[in-house]
């Protein structure tokens, strides 16, 4: 989970824009504040003392030092000389609009009126002092490859004694900590926190490269990162906290798909929780994550079409083993399109260099050819399913279908109006992910405890 706005040529990682919530200024006399969709960041205008200061609260509270503004018949010109960026922005009633220039990066800017500086709020963070009791659980093992691994994570359990249902919780793309911790969002702690109030133990843990666990990235795919997950199953069956009759793997997004594939050959695991998990195969998820994605950001049917079409013939030279010319199918697919038609589907100069060096990671190579035919037929154990209605990313419909077919005892359910990562949102679009304040809908933890308890 990325902090650049720029597009991939395979929206696997997400994209995101910040929005700030209030905290006090005593000094504030007038505040407006805008979003860089290019850079994820928040920028706030301050008139103090009759002189303009820029911030980028995420950064820093200092401010930006403006070398040099001017206001002029209601054009305000911003010019920050140590960063070179400059900004010409023309009040229309209580906004100011314009644009920014920094570098080769350029961008249309709106700024609305607040009361103060923002900040990020998440108000479902659990504060201590906490209502579950914790402990550090590890494992060391070797890889299928020989690597040596080291994996650190946090058991959570209901204060008090005894054995408790338990759930291995495994995050999704890309290296996460033991939070699944996103732009200050910590879901899987928030989990967490919920399910030990119902009498549920979690362990969440830190992704090898990640935090306190180690052992090597690059090299690793689904199939690696599944094996660390499994090692860690197989030390929870020991421990005190634990009832191992009632021991299950969960995961969201690519950790939904690796749940099952443990389930599928671990007998001892009882119970599987797929969120926002795939039931279709990598090549397919990612043609409709794409096709998602892009309808989200408003650009037309047409164009999207265009993008899909020359996605799948990107994706058919993989399994040809001549000279793969990437640049020869784009040029093709965008042939006679404007460069900002062309723009507006990711397709511009350097995105067959993208798309080259993003085939050429084994993760992606893996997860392309990944089916949950080879492994969800296998899985005997009760298996619940939840997607989001307007995940843009893993779209509930194929997939929540596929999984039934392919596991009938399946529960399966897509949850009215909420996106990729289980928030309430407005279009699902990963812009809205970070301007959301909520970070899980209490009702999809409570769904979770009662499916858990009820097996």
């Not at 996460?176 to 919920?194: C, I, K, T």
Request: hydrophobic fraction near 35%; include cysteine; proline fraction near 5%.
């Amino acid at each position: 989970m990325r902090a650049a706005r720029l597009r991939q040529i395979v929206c696997v990682s997400i994209i995101f824009i910040f929005k700030f919530s209030i905290f006090n200024s005593a000094h504030a006399q007038q505040w407006w504040t805008g979003w860089s969709q290019q850079t994820s960041l928040a920028l706030c205008i301050h008139l103090s003392d009759s002189t303009y200061e820029l911030y980028s609260p995420l950064q820093t509270s200092d401010p930006i030092p403006v070398s040099k503004w001017s206001l002029r018949n209601d054009t305000l010109r911003l010019n920050c000389g140590s960063i070179g960026l400059k900004m010409t922005l023309v009040r229309q009633d209580s906004l100011w609009v314009g644009n920014w220039r920094q570098g080769i990066l350029k961008e249309d800017i709106t700024f609305h009126p607040a009361d103060t500086l923002y900040h990020l709020r998440r108000p479902q963070t659990p504060q201590p002092p906490y209502r579950f009791d914790e402990e550090t659980v590890s494992v060391d093992y070797t890889d299928s490859q020989g690597n040596l691994i080291h994996l650190e994570g946090t058991l959570t359990y209901p204060k008090g004694g005894g054995k408790y249902p338990t759930l291995l919780l495994v995050s999704g793309s890309g290296q996460q900590n033991r939070d699944e911790e996103l732009f200050f969002h910590r879901p899987f702690l928030v989990l967490a926190d919920y399910l030990a109030s119902r009498g549920i133990a979690v362990l969440r843990y830190d992704d090898r490269g990640v935090g306190a666990s180690t052992g090597p990235v690059d090299s690793a795919d689904t199939h690696l990162f599944a094996e660390d997950a499994e090692a860690l199953f197989n030390t929870l069956k020991t421990n005190p906290h634990v009832d191992p009759s009632h021991l299950g793997i969960g995961g969201h997004s690519e950790g939904g798909a690796i749940a099952p594939i443990v389930a599928s050959r671990n007998k001892d695991v009882r119970f599987v929780v797929m969120l926002a998990g795939q039931g279709c195969s990598g090549h397919d998820v990612l043609l409709q994550q794409n096709e998602a994605l892009f309808h989200a950001e408003g650009v037309s049917p047409q164009l999207v079409a265009i993008r899909i079409a020359c996605m799948r013939e990107l994706f058919a030279l993989l399994a040809g083993s001549s000279q793969k010319d990437y640049q020869a199918v784009i040029n093709r697919h965008t042939e006679g399109l404007s460069k900002e038609q062309i723009d507006s589907i990711g397709l511009k100069k350097g995105a067959a260099y993208t798309f080259k060096q993003q085939m050429d990671t084994r993760w992606m190579r893996t997860f392309i050819l990944l089916d949950p035919a080879d492994y969800l037929p296998k899985v005997k154990c009760p298996v619940l399913a939840l997607n989001g209605s307007k995940d843009c990313q893993v779209l509930p419909s194929p997939n929540l279908d596929r999984i039934h077919q392919l596991c009938p005892q399946a529960v399966c359910r897509q949850l009215q109006n909420l996106n990729h990562l289980f928030q309430r949102c407005q279009t699902g679009s990963p812009d809205e992910y970070v301007q959301i304040e909520e970070t899980i809908y209490p009702w999809v933890m409570e769904t979770i405890a009662d499916w858990i308890l009820g097996i």
